[in-house]
């Protein structure tokens, strides 16, 4: 972690701004001349930090130099951002004064030196603190800079293994390899016992089936495999998948089988009122339900969990897969005769799977002399599944034999430290990424087994403890997403899939880590990151080490006063807080003002109803999660986090108006707000946050932002939900001023609370992908509409004055049309196709609708016909796949081109039964239901 740290601090000491202060600074102890000892120093400790990172591991001596030096450079870091947020509060406060000037336009942030002549806004003390701290640090660092010589460590020549980063990464596809090698044998017994007709054995109702191996044998990827075959698919009512792991809690597992089910789990904490929850849930249907990473041996545990009311509720034939390293969990659930045991693999499949990987794409190097090399490194990884991916990640861009022959010489294939077997293939991949990929690797010990990473998110928090250099946050985002997608193709990262938000306009990516890995990233970390399950038994005993940075409470069934755990010295190097499923009305002030460190707050999923002013306190804030809670408003001191890069309020129910002083965080970059159903209020003020990149949900209204102000937030991407309140004075220019079309949104949702008959104005960019529009009162479609050459959805709903479809047949990706409430509309004409006139159907061949794939008419109450066009040269909805037409009481036909289309599904409700239909296709699947 030192050599990527190191480099981010010696970045930030070459751009401490002394520019504008000079004169302060000749009276406050040559602060300028102390840093720059201080950058001499780090450089030459940099030299040797190579060997020391390595030496680290067997070494507990290397390892404690290695902890002082990061403790100054944390410092340092510190200390060097509170004197630049000094800066940025001026730039704001010189927004402020510029704009009395002139309202709401963006304001240049080139600094007069005059503006921040500390002299003027008094300021003198407070340099003074931060420049004799500075001293005092570079007197520890000389030493610790002396130090390193009694370790005799070899010097690296200074470069830069990040310099890849800037590189497209090559493809990742061997991630998604089968890893099935040598389990051919398991599986299919697997499988077997899922299908199998009867479990009499014994009389039970329910087959208990243990997969049992060692760490990185495979386990959850086999049971993965079965759960997600679509012959087991079919055979069960429900599927269920928990990952229990450690510690065990009853409560827990039973709450996440009944969310398993769909069902909503019950607030209670009484162990016997969610067990009938989950009887009930589960009652009379054939079940499958997986437990995934099983450890407790304690069988009074189990008797909590009472395996027993799944066993009686669940239909016959249901099955129970556990999956563990332990045999004694098979023995304590009686089920040890089905128990299938997963060895090391053979020498020969332990190799096919390393080839697979290592020589993907590049088969003829195998048989070049690369070949024998990789079939000794095969041997080294022992029959372990996991440490052959690893390494055959980490060979696959190795071009040459002599760095082949490296990893096969390594010392580190003899380190008496490293216990676990699979630890020693993963610290040769560990140690061949580029020092910032290798701190954000052990960021994520931050979290808990089989937590499940949302890739932006982890960007973002990565962001907010300045993992990455560049010049700007742009370059620092791109530079996250490579890292991202680099831990993907080392196999550091898995189980990587796209889900769908809330309003299926937009998508993320997800992505867990191995347990093996979690237990890795543990013990490199050594006492840094913290993770713990609180419960009331544990809680008057807990004590948290005051070495920790980064620590996450979850809280299980019970909560506590934060001042319990957090104190005035375990948390003065605390960097990261976060606490889960508290039931804390509001956090602690004592804690919170001892938390003068913190770059990352997670109060998310909790109880909070009120955040307290001491929040601003926390100047080196980053990041700020308060999702999921209850507070109805935020408190002014909001606006003193200068530094606030992300904000999420995401699912803040009753958050009713954001602080005025919203507009001081010229730093953010991403507000969160999605969910936030009350939140009506943005101030005007937010006009200000020019490098704003998300807002999820936007409300305009008379009183705080208007229309015309998203003209400055003109860096905004991804999706915006823009919502236009009653009684909006001067709309129409107001629309001019907010040039939508040079905003990069891909999703944008527009939703009319009074009729506004100018949507001309708010033309988007052509980029965008999905567009849905709520309640438009104007009886004209938008000429813009037809040049959106990338939309692939789009969605209108309450058109209540609008006569006529927009001409989108030419569009060439659109694949959805949602059409709802256009109650004006008399008949589908030929200009739905794209069709202006009849000379156009005639002129040449033509293709309309090339990708459309569904199609909707919802409540189209005048709808009474459906004009159709035909011909040899014309075709229409090639790709069509459903079709669904419902609460259009006056529709008299559908047009005959319908049947030439490849539908599948068809469904018609609500619709005169006098209505004409063609003929539809045998392979359709046809739902009628007429008035």
């Not at 009379?284 to 304690?298: F, Q, R, S």
């Not at 005051?546 to 299980?556: D, G, K, N, S, T």
């Not at 015309?708 to 709309?731: F, P, R, T, V």
Request: with cysteine; hydrophobic share 40%; proline share 3%.
């Amino acid at each position: 972690m030192a050599e990527a740290l190191i480099k981010v601090l010696l970045e930030q000491l070459a751009t401490v701004a002394f520019d504008h202060t000079k004169e302060a600074m000749k009276l406050i102890l040559n602060a300028e001349t102390e840093v720059q000892k201080f950058s001499s120093n780090l450089k030459a400790i940099q030299a040797v930090l190579e060997d020391a990172e390595k030496q680290q591991v067997e070494k507990a001596s290397v390892r404690n130099w290695l902890d002082g030096l990061n403790d100054v450079s944390y410092e340092m870091i510190d200390v060097l951002d509170e004197w630049n947020t000094e800066i940025l509060k001026q730039k704001a406060l010189g927004v402020v004064t510029a704009e009395k000037k002139k309202t709401f336009k963006k304001v240049c942030f080139s600094i007069p030196s005059n503006c921040f002549c500390f002299r003027q806004v008094n300021k003198a003390s407070h340099l003074y603190k931060i420049a004799t701290e500075i001293k005092v640090l570079n007197g520890k660092l000389t030493l610790i800079a002396t130090q390193k010589e009694q370790f005799e460590f070899h010097q690296s020549s200074i470069h830069s293994r990040d310099g890849q980063l800037i590189k497209p990464l090559e493809t990742s596809s061997f991630v998604k390899i089968s890893e099935i090698f040598g389990r051919e044998e398991a599986t299919a017994d697997l499988l077997s016992k899922l299908l199998s007709e009867s479990s009499d054995e014994e009389g039970k109702r329910v087959l208990i089936i243990p997969i049992v191996g060692m760490g990185g044998m495979g386990k959850t990827t086999l049971a993965q495999l079965a759960y997600n075959n679509k012959t087991v698919e079919t055979c069960f009512e429900e599927r269920v998948w928990v990952c229990v792991s450690d510690p065990f809690d009853g409560v827990k597992i039973a709450k996440a089988i009944i969310s398993g089910t769909g069902n909503t789990a019950p607030d209670s904490t009484v162990l016997q009122d969610v067990l009938q929850c989950m009887s009930r849930c589960l009652e009379g249907k054939k079940c499958l339900i997986v437990l995934d990473d099983v450890w407790t041996e304690d069988q009074s545990e189990w008797e909590s969990l009472k395996l027993s009311v799944i066993m009686e509720a669940c239909a016959k034939d249901s099955k129970i897969v556990v999956t563990t390293r332990k045999e004694k969990v098979a023995e304590i659930m009686g089920a040890t005769t089905q128990m299938i045991h997963l060895e090391k693999l053979s020498d020969e499949n332990c190799l096919a799977l390393f080839n697979s990987i290592a020589f993907l794409g590049r088969e003829e190097d195998k048989d070049n002399g690369f070949g024998a090399i990789g079939e000794k490194i095969a041997k080294k990884c022992n029959g372990l599944p996991l440490a052959a991916r690893t390494l055959g990640a980490l060979m696959h861009n190795k071009k040459k034999r002599g760095e082949w022959q490296e990893v096969l010489d390594s010392k580190i294939w003899a380190l008496k430290e490293v216990k676990q077997q699979v630890f020693r293939p993963l610290l040769l991949s560990y140690y061949e990424l580029a020092p910032t990929v290798r701190r954000c690797l052990l960021y994520c010990a931050t979290f808990v087994k089989d937590y499940q990473f949302n890739k932006q998110n982890l960007i973002e928090l990565w962001m907010s403890h300045d993992y990455f250099s560049g010049k700007d946050y742009k370059e620092k985002e791109t530079t996250g997403q490579y890292v991202f997608e680099t831990l993907v193709m080392r196999s550091f990262f898995q189980d990587v899939v796209e889900k769908e938000d809330y309003y299926n306009i937009s998508s993320s990516i997800y992505c867990k880590m191995h347990d093996i890995v979690h237990d890795f990233v543990l013990f490199l970390n050594k006492n840094e990151c913290f993770t713990v399950e609180i419960k009331e038994a544990n809680a008057r005993r807990m004590r948290i080490s005051e070495e920790v940075r980064h620590l996450m409470l979850m809280f299980a069934s019970f909560s506590s006063p934060l001042s319990d755990f957090i104190s005035a010295v375990n948390c003065k190097k605390l960097r990261t807080l976060a606490i889960f499923n508290s039931t804390m009305s509001s956090i602690d002030i004592k804690a919170i003002s001892q938390m003068k460190c913190l770059r990352t707050l997670n109060l998310s999923h909790n109880k909070m109803r009120e955040i307290p002013e001491e929040i601003g306190e926390l100047i080196h804030l980053r990041y700020l999660d308060l999702s999921q809670n209850y507070m109805e408003k935020l408190p002014d001191s909001l606006g003193n986090l200068y530094n606030l890069q992300t904000l999420c309020l995401t699912g803040c129910l009753v958050l009713i108006r954001l602080p005025e002083t919203m507009g001081n965080l010229i730093n953010l970059k991403h507000l969160h707000n999605e969910g936030c159903s009350y939140l009506g209020y943005l101030p005007r003020e937010m006009a200000r946050l020019t490098s704003l990149q998300t807002l999820n949900e936007c409300t305009l209204t008379d009183e705080g932002l208007k229309l015309g102000d998203l003209g400055s937030l003109d860096q905004l991407q991804g999706s915006l939900w823009i919502k236009l309140k009653e009684n909006l004075k001067d709309a129409t220019s107001d629309a001019e001023k907010a040039p939508l079309l040079n905003t990069k949104l891909r999703f944008l949702m527009l939703w009319f609370f009074e009729p506004y008959q100018d949507l001309e104005a708010l033309q988007p960019h052509q980029d965008l992908e999905t567009l849905t529009i709520y309640w438009y009162g104007g009886t004209r479609v938008p000429s813009w509409m037809i040049s959106l050459q990338n939309l692939r959805y789009l969605c209108l709903d309450g058109w209540s004055e609008c006569e006529c479809l927009p001409p989108l047949g030419k569009l060439p990706f659109l694949e959805k049309i949602d059409v709802r409430g256009m109650k004006k509309v008399k008949t589908v004409r030929d200009e739905f196709l794209g069709i202006m006139d009849t000379q156009t159907s005639a002129s040449s061949s033509s293709v309309f609708f090339p990708k459309l794939k569904d199609l909707r008419f919802d409540s189209m109450d005048e709808l009474e016909q459906w004009e159709g066009v035909g011909g040899d040269e014309i075709t229409i909805m090639p790709c069509l796949a459903s079709l669904t037409i419902s609460y259009c009481t006056k529709l008299m036909n559908l047009p005959l081109f319908l049947r030439d289309t490849p539908v599948k599904e068809v469904s018609i409700s609500r619709c005169p039964r006098s209505i004409v239909m063609p003929v539809w296709p045998d392979n359709c699947d046809v739902h009628i239901s007429f008035l």
